[in-house]
C-alpha cells in the first residue's frame, strides 16, 4: 500500500512537526499547568486568529470540487465562528483579560504571518494549496490534544481547550480534511506538489511560532504595528 500524500507531507516537515505537537506549550495546556498569563496570551492571539482561519475554510468552501464537500466544509466554518464564541468570551473573563484587548488586540508577528500565508495560499492557489494550510493547522492540534493526559486540567478553559481538540468530531474532521487534501494532489504537478508541501511546512513552521509568541509577549507591553 502506497504512502499516502499527507502522511509524506508529515513526515518530510520533522523535526518542526514533533516541536510543535509537543511544545512545551501544548503539554502545559494538557497539564493544566501553564500560566495564566501565556494562555491569556496565546489565546487573545487565537481569537484575532480565528477571523483570518474564518476566511481560510471559507475559500475552501468556495474551492471544494463536489457539493458534499462544500456542505462539510460549511458546517466546520459555522462551528468555527458560532460555536466557539462562547468560550472564548467565558476564558476572557475568567482570566481577566479586558474586552478591548481581545475585540481590538495588538498582532503579534506570527499572527500577522499566518493571516499573509492564509491570504496568499486560498487567494492565489487553489483546492489543494488552501488545503494545504488548513489541514496542518488542525492536525496539529489534533494530534496534541489526544495526547494529553486522560484527567483534564482543572481550569475549564484548558480543559475545555483540550477537549474542542479531542473528540470524535473534531477528529473526523481532520481525517476528511486529510482525504481531501489527498484527493487534491493526485495528478498533480511535480511543481505543484512542491508548492504543496512548501505551504505545508510553513503552516507547521509559525505553529511553533505562534507558540513561542505566548511566552515571549505573555505581562509584556510590546511595541506592535498592527
Do not use: C
Amino acid at each position: 500500500m502506497s504512502e499516502r500524500f499527507t502522511d509524506r507531507l508529515r513526515s518530510d516537515a520533522e523535526p518542526t512537526w514533533s516541536a510543535a505537537t509537543g511544545h512545551r506549550f501544548t503539554e502545559e495546556v494538557g497539564a493544566g499547568t501553564v500560566p495564566d498569563a501565556v494562555f491569556a496570551e496565546y489565546l487573545t492571539q487565537d481569537y484575532a486568529f480565528v477571523d483570518a482561519l474564518a476566511s481560510l475554510v471559507g475559500y475552501a468552501v468556495a474551492q471544494a470540487p463536489r457539493y458534499p464537500a462544500k456542505q462539510r466544509l460549511g458546517g466546520f466554518l459555522a462551528t468555527i465562528v458560532d460555536e466557539e464564541s462562547d468560550y472564548f468570551e467565558r476564558s476572557f473573563d475568567a482570566l481577566g483579560v479586558p474586552e478591548s484587548a481581545w475585540t481590538d488586540p495588538q498582532r503579534r508577528p506570527p499572527t500577522r504571518a499566518f493571516a499573509d500565508l492564509i491570504h496568499r495560499a486560498g487567494a492565489r492557489g487553489g483546492y489543494a494549496e488552501t488545503l494545504a494550510v488548513l489541514v496542518p493547522v488542525e492536525w496539529i492540534y489534533a494530534e496534541w490534544a489526544s495526547a494529553a493526559p486522560e484527567g483534564r486540567p482543572e481550569q475549564f478553559y484548558l480543559a475545555e481547550w483540550v477537549a474542542l481538540h479531542d473528540n470524535p468530531a473534531f477528529h473526523d474532521t481532520v481525517s476528511f480534511l486529510r482525504s481531501e487534501l489527498d484527493a487534491a494532489a493526485v495528478g498533480a504537478s511535480e511543481a505543484r506538489r512542491a508548492e504543496i508541501a512548501r505551504l505545508f511546512d510553513r503552516a507547521v513552521e509559525l505553529e511553533v511560532a505562534f507558540f513561542d509568541a505566548a511566552y515571549e509577549y505573555a505581562d509584556a507591553e510590546v511595541p506592535d504595528d498592527g
